[in-house]
C-alpha cells in the first residue's frame, strides 16, 4: 500500500467511501420499502421491484452480506486512513488520534448518516437500484455467509432462541385502518370512509342497523279490505310483510306492486292478496352484518326479519341498511323523513322517536350515547330508569339531556334531546349535513 502514489492512495479512500455508502443506503432503504408496493409494481413489470422482492425473500442472507461487506469495507478504509497520516506526519500518538477522528467522521458523515438518510426518504428508488449491486455481491459472499449464519444459528440454539424467521407478511385490520389513515394523500376522502365502514363491518351486526319492531310498516291480514287497501295506497317501501293480528305470527312478505296490480284489475281480496305473497325470510339476532350480507347475496334476498331466540321478530334488516353502512345514506323516498330534516333546531334542541337506534342518533348528531347495551332510545331509557315512568321526566344520559314528552302502549314514543354543551358547532354542521 506504501509503494501507491498519494493521489492513488486518496482515491481508493473515495471509492472505499463510496463502497460503505452504497452498503448503508441498501440496508436502510431495503428495510423500509413497502413491500405492497413493491409487489405491486413487480407485477407491472418492473425488473428492480421484482429484485426488491427477491431481496427480501431471504433477509438473513440480505442482512448479513451487507453487514459482511460493509465492515470490511469500513475496516480497509480505516486503515488505509491510517497509513497515510502515518506516512505524511510520522508514527506519533497524536497522529493516530487524529487519522482515527478523520476515519470516523468521514464514514459517520459519508459513508453512514448521509446515505442512510437519503435511503430512508427515497426508499422505492434506491432500494431498486442498489438491488442490482446486492445480487452479485451477496452471490459472492454466499459461502462466507453460510459459515457466519451456522455459527450465528448455533449460538442462538445455545441460547435457548428460535433462530426461524416468521414469514408472516400480513397486515391485521387494526394495521390496514392506520394505513387508509395514514393515505389521506393519496385516497380520496370518501373512498377512505368506505374502507372504514367496511372495517368496522365485521363488529356491526345486524341489531345496530335494523329497523325496531315499533317501526316496521306491515300489514294485518285481521284489518277490513278497505283498511288494507288505503294503508297500501301511502305505502312507501317496495316489500313490507303480511301477518294475521300479531306481527310475530307473519304470514309472508309482500312485493307491493303485486297488491297494486291486483287493485289495477279490481280483484284485491285477502285471498288473492294470500296467494300472491311470498315466503318470509329470517335472521338470528347478533348476526354480524358481513355474514348478513353474505346470506342475502347467496339467497337472492334482500329483506329479513330479526328475531330473537324465542322467534319473537325484533326488527327488520334491508340489504340498503347495510350498504348504507358502507357508502353512507341514500336520499330516501320517506316523506316523513324529507318533512323534518334529522339536525339540531337553532334552539338546540331535537324531537326524536324512540324507537330510532341509537347507534343512529349518535352517527347523525354527534353525540356519545352507550351503544353496548339496548339498541333503541326507548330501550336506553328504559334500562336507565329500570321502570316505565307514569309521566313526563327529564334524564341524562351521560352528557346528553333528554326529557320524555310522549309516552303510549308501554312505550316512550317520543323524546326531547337536547344538545350537550361540550358539542361543538362544527360538529352540529357535520351532524345535520348527514
Known amino acids: 500500500m506504501s509503494d501507491l502514489p498519494f493521489w492513488?492512495?486518496?482515491?481508493?479512500?473515495?471509492?472505499?467511501?463510496?463502497?460503505?455508502?452504497?452498503?448503508?443506503?441498501?440496508?436502510?432503504?431495503?428495510?423500509?420499502?413497502?413491500?405492497?408496493?413493491?409487489?405491486?409494481?413487480?407485477?407491472?413489470?418492473?425488473?428492480?421491484?421484482?429484485?426488491?422482492?427477491?431481496?427480501?425473500?431471504?433477509?438473513?442472507?440480505?442482512?448479513?452480506?451487507?453487514?459482511?461487506?460493509?465492515?470490511l469495507i469500513n475496516a480497509a478504509l480505516t486503515t488505509l486512513i491510517t497509513v497515510m497520516t502515518i506516512q505524511a506526519f510520522g508514527n506519533e500518538d497524536s497522529v493516530l488520534a487524529v487519522a482515527t477522528a478523520i476515519a470516523a467522521g468521514l464514514l459517520i458523515i459519508f459513508g453512514e448518516i448521509l446515505p442512510k438518510t437519503f435511503g430512508a426518504k427515497r426508499a422505492e428508488a434506491a432500494s431498486m437500484v442498489t438491488s442490482y449491486g446486492l445480487i452479485p455481491i451477496i452471490a459472492l459472499l454466499r459461502p462466507f455467509v453460510w459459515i457466519l449464519n451456522g455459527l450465528i444459528s448455533g449460538l442462538m440454539r445455545l441460547l435457548r432462541v428460535s433462530s426461524e424467521a416468521s414469514n408472516s407478511e400480513g397486515m391485521t385490520t387494526a394495521?390496514?385502518?392506520?394505513?387508509?389513515?395514514?393515505?389521506?394523500a393519496f385516497i380520496p376522502s370518501q373512498h377512505r370512509n368506505i374502507l372504514l365502514n367496511l372495517f368496522d363491518l365485521e363488529d356491526l351486526r345486524v341489531d345496530d342497523v335494523?329497523?325496531?319492531r315499533g317501526r316496521i310498516e306491515a300489514l294485518d291480514l285481521?284489518?277490513?279490505?278497505?283498511?288494507?287497501?288505503?294503508?297500501?295506497?301511502?305505502?312507501f317501501h317496495n316489500n313490507i310483510p303480511v301477518y294475521r293480528g300479531e306481527l310475530n305470527q307473519v304470514v309472508g312478505m309482500l312485493h307491493v306492486r303485486k297488491a297494486i296490480a291486483l287493485l289495477a284489475h279490481d280483484d284485491f281480496t285477502k285471498e288473492r292478496l294470500i296467494e300472491v305473497l311470498t315466503p318470509s325470510?329470517?335472521?338470528?339476532?347478533?348476526t354480524k352484518l358481513f355474514s348478513q350480507l353474505t346470506q342475502f347475496q347467496s339467497n337472492r334476498q334482500q329483506l329479513a326479519l330479526v328475531v330473537d331466540e324465542y322467534g319473537e321478530i325484533e326488527g327488520l334488516v334491508t340489504l340498503q341498511d347495510i350498504i348504507e353502512e358502507l357508502v353512507g345514506e341514500f336520499s330516501g323516498q320517506n316523506p316523513a323523513r324529507q318533512g323534518r330534516p334529522f339536525q339540531w333546531g337553532e334552539d338546540g334542541t331535537i324531537v326524536v322517536d324512540g324507537t330510532c337506534l341509537v347507534r343512529d342518533i349518535n352517527r347523525r348528531l354527534g353525540l356519545s350515547l352507550?351503544?353496548?347495551?339496548?339498541?333503541?332510545?326507548?330501550?336506553?331509557?328504559?334500562?336507565?330508569?329500570?321502570?316505565?315512568?307514569?309521566a313526563n321526566l327529564s334524564?341524562?344520559?351521560?352528557?346528553?339531556?333528554?326529557?320524555?314528552?310522549?309516552?303510549?302502549?308501554?312505550?316512550?314514543?317520543?323524546?326531547?334531546?337536547?344538545?350537550?354543551?361540550?358539542?361543538s358547532e362544527p360538529e352540529a354542521e357535520q351532524a345535520g349535513e348527514h
Open 8 to 71: 492513488a492512495q486518496g482515491l481508493a479512500i473515495v471509492v472505499l467511501l463510496l463502497i460503505s455508502a452504497f452498503f448503508s443506503m441498501s440496508e436502510t432503504s431495503l428495510m423500509a420499502v413497502n413491500r405492497y408496493k413493491m409487489r405491486h409494481l413487480a407485477a407491472q413489470g418492473r425488473r428492480g421491484a421484482r429484485q426488491v422482492i427477491r431481496l427480501l425473500g431471504r433477509t438473513d442472507q440480505l442482512l448479513a452480506s451487507i453487514l459482511l461487506g460493509n465492515n
Open 175 to 184: 394495521e390496514l385502518r392506520t394505513a387508509v389513515l395514514e393515505s389521506a
Open 370 to 390: 352507550p351503544v353496548d347495551g339496548p339498541k333503541t332510545l326507548n330501550g336506553l331509557i328504559l334500562e336507565q330508569l329500570q321502570e316505565i315512568p307514569d
Open 395 to 423: 334524564l341524562k344520559i351521560g352528557d346528553t339531556p333528554l326529557e320524555i314528552i310522549q309516552i303510549q302502549d308501554r312505550m316512550i314514543r317520543r323524546v326531547l334531546l337536547h344538545r350537550p354543551p361540550v358539542a
Open 210 to 212: 335494523m329497523v325496531s
Open 281 to 286: 325470510y329470517f335472521a338470528p339476532s347478533g
Open 222 to 235: 285481521d284489518d277490513d279490505e278497505a283498511s288494507l287497501i288505503e294503508q297500501l295506497s301511502t305505502c
